[in-house]
């Protein structure tokens, strides 16, 4: 290249160069565990990003080869600087470090080429998939909907489970919380939700978008590829904020899952969204608090713990006609220590939520799983938005169930008790056989209201206990390859009408005498 | 506790004070509240407040070669103007890093100018 043109391109440079602004700028004057207290910014707002100056002072080609911008994220102002959180490797910044004002609110990318793939806490993609074209950019924080932007949820949100769908149902724009021990099970039926969306029309079905926060890579790996293998992913989102990432991305991730979802409600779609879990979230954020020095209360969680995990839930709703429709129904997964419930992050999330489903460990370990305790779960608004098919065979179970835990301990003197007791509890034992469930198996709520109508009218009580899940499975495919138009009857109307029910009383019928085998109790 | 009493003394100065009659001052609150030790870490800080203090009102002009300073002391005029500095009292130094064109930094502002930090916008564009 000869020198006249060097001096073009210098010149073309220079007339580019004349157009740049000013700048609010800082100094950092502390760096320490992702948190970073900066001397200036006095135009800094709350929640700003800020961009680290990493190539000052180093050579062109040296300034190229850095990560991408360093961000920081304005979580204090103070009289004479503000304090933020690194949102990267804490060790890029270093005292002295010129941090430059914005002026923006974190925003992260949304939109229809965000599915199937897996980002981090500032949508950035992880897949190795490349970057996205056009995304839409979507604030981060957002104030939730407003009364009059909402309508009552009615439309239900079918899990494939039955103790779910049938006793604590779930409808579109409503918070579920899922409560347990660890390993009892709580990521798995969140993931069957996601899985079981496949089921649904393509016109209907919801997006759901996986928030991982704080945990191991492999897990999410793992779940991950268990979407894939379902065909679930081209519907999904990932945002993964694992263990090893700062605690400022912890905390954002479920802000970051949120504002991804709020870009589908705004169109008019249906969202879901799984929090896994918030109990880390508020570890996070009670790290950063601690190091931003704000005072801490009880078990060390700063004063606005609960409005953290409010600010964010709230967020889920389900809009009007005239806001379009839409709906982002959130899951969010508590962790409890040894049973406590009564701790400080899970009664401000069970307050917050429109239900919870506990999961125990001793029913885990009994082989019921879903290990859901359905005594003690409920869910406060999700029986408006039940079909009439399933809300008229469900009805009696939680009672049946309630009274059968009460005789349960009664069973140990079985040969001393009365026939109507005795009868009482063999059918309540059936019944949580016919509600148990392997995992990565949904059921459509055809299937699950012919085994519960079934259930009801004792079609297992001839069946040993330990068969009623293979009777029960062999049942519904002898459904499903004779009696389809019964099962597809029920599924558009939601009604179990009268034909339908004398129709699956024939199947019974017909089931019974073709595999008598199963019915080795029958007198 | 030693910056806030740094912090009065600053602005007591500030406000017209004479240096005498502020140290005296302070030196009396320290000796009612039983305080009198502090006084040093007082005024360390005071000096790190003063520094501070002083980096920020101070304005740098950074050029890549000495021989550019005059063509960006009159490019920049309208921005130390609005910056409330003038440029008989600016700091210049010299960073062959920046390639070319200048880069003006203080009292909170910065305003970058230089081909580098050009080139590598048009690199972050190109790769993000």
């Known amino acids: 290249m000869d020198s006249s043109t060097v001096q073009k391109i210098l010149k073309e440079i220079e007339n580019v160069a004349t157009e740049s602004h000013g700048q609010h700028v800082g100094k950092v004057t502390a760096v320490g565990d992702g948190v970073v207290a900066i001397d200036g910014l006095s135009k800094a707002v709350m929640s700003e990003v800020l961009v680290f100056e990493e190539g000052k002072g180093k050579k062109l080609a040296d300034a190229m080869e850095s990560q991408g911008e360093l961000l920081g994220l304005v979580l204090n102002l103070e009289e004479d600087g503000v304090r933020a959180a690194i949102l990267g490797g804490t060790e890029r910044v270093y005292e002295g470090m010129t941090v430059k004002s914005t002026g923006k609110i974190l925003e992260v990318p949304s939109g229809d080429e965000l599915l199937g793939r897996v980002v981090n806490a500032l949508g950035e993609p992880i897949d190795g998939k490349g970057p996205f074209k056009n995304p839409t950019m979507m604030p981060v924080e957002r104030e939730a ?261 009460e005789l349960e301990a009664f069973m140990q003197f079985a040969s001393d008790l009365d026939k109507e007791t005795a009868d009482r509890i063999e059918s309540g034992r059936r019944m949580v056989e016919v509600l148990k469930q392997k995992n990565g198996q949904p059921i459509s709520v055809e299937k699950q209201v012919a085994a519960i109508y079934a259930g009801n009218l004792k079609f297992f009580l001839d069946v040993p206990v330990n068969m009623v899940t293979t009777v029960e499975k062999a049942f519904i495919e002898f459904l499903d390859s004779n009696f389809s138009s019964t099962l597809e009857n029920i599924k558009k109307s939601g009604q179990l009408s009268d034909d339908s029910k004398k129709e699956l009383g024939e199947a019974m019928t017909n089931f019974r005498s073709a595999h008598s085998e199963y019915f080795s109790l029958a007198k | 506790m030693e910056k806030t009493y740094a912090q009065v003394l600053w602005s007591l100065v500030s406000n017209g004070s004479t240096p005498h009659a502020a140290v005296s001052a302070i030196k009396a609150k320290l000796q009612a509240d039983g305080r009198s030790a502090l006084l040093p870490r007082v005024a360390r800080a005071f000096a790190r407040l003063s520094e501070r203090e002083a980096g920020r009102n101070t304005v740098v002009l950074t050029v890549a070669r000495e021989k550019d300073e005059r063509h960006a002391k009159s490019a920049a005029k309208e921005i130390l103007a609005q910056l409330g500095a003038d440029a008989d009292g600016l700091k210049t130094q010299v960073d062959d890093s920046i390639i070319g064109g200048w880069r003006l930094e203080g009292r909170g502002m910065l305003v970058d100018n230089s081909y580098k930090s050009t080139l590598l916008n048009i690199y972050n564009q190109v790769t993000k």
């Open chain 1, 145 to 405: 909907k407003g009364v009059i932007q909402r309508k009552s949820v009615t439309v239900p949100l079918q899990t494939g489970i039955k103790a779910i769908d049938a006793l604590i149902p779930i409808g579109r724009g409503q918070r579920e919380l899922i409560i347990g021990d660890r390993g009892t099970g709580k990521t798995t039926v969140a993931i069957d939700a996601i899985l079981n969306q496949k089921n649904e029309p393509a016109a209907t079905r919801p997006i759901c978008i996986y928030v991982a926060i704080g945990q191991k890579e492999s897990k999410t790996a793992r779940i991950t590829q268990q979407l894939r293998d379902a065909g679930a992913l081209e519907y999904s989102i990932i945002v993964n904020a694992p263990a090893s990432a700062p605690a400022a991305l912890q905390y954002l991730a479920p802000f970051t899952g949120v504002a991804i979802g709020e870009y589908f409600m705004d169109a008019g779609k249906d969202v879901l969204i799984v929090y896994d879990d918030l109990s880390k979230q508020a570890v996070a954020y009670r790290e950063i608090s601690l190091l931003l020095r704000r005072p801490p209360g009880r078990e060390a969680y700063p004063g606005d713990i609960f409005y953290l995990h409010s600010r964010l839930l709230e967020r889920a709703a389900r809009l009007s006609d005239d806001a379009g429709g839409g709906s982002i129904t959130a899951l969010p997964i508590i962790e409890t220590q040894e049973g406590d419930v009564s701790g400080y992050i899970p009664t401000n999330v069970i307050s917050i939520t429109d239900g919870q489903m506990f999961l125990i460990t001793d029913l885990f370990n009994k082989g019921i799983r879903p290990a859901i305790d359905v005594g003690i779960s409920v869910s406060r608004v999700g029986s408006a938005a039940q079909s009439k098919a399933m809300k008229g065979v469900a009805g009696g179970i939680k009672l049946e169930l309630a009274q059968f835990r």
